[in-house]
């Protein structure tokens, strides 16, 4: 028997059913997905939250300001 919710192994989030994990990373981590992050200093789309922080850092005078990702649905 699990103990506790899932954890994504590539964002950490947290589900409680494995058909609600596998929909998060078939939307969010497999290319293709459903949605994909934006940055928000230049624009460009990432598939996940950490490919987006790691850019992130090639804009150091803005390193230490607040953002907020958006987040888009991939246009067919």
Request: hydrophobic residues 25%; proline residues 8%; aromatic residues 10%.
């Amino acid at each position: 028997m699990r103990k506790g919710p899932l954890k994504c192994p590539e964002c950490g989030a947290l589900f409680y059913s494995e058909e609600d994990l596998e929909a998060h990373v078939s939307a969010w981590h497999k290319p293709g997905g459903l949605y994909y992050l934006v940055c928000p200093k230049c624009g460009k789309r990432f598939e996940s939250r950490k490919g987006l922080e790691d850019h992130l850092r090639k804009h150091p005078e803005e390193a230490e300001e607040e953002y907020t990702p958006l987040l888009t649905e991939y246009e067919e």
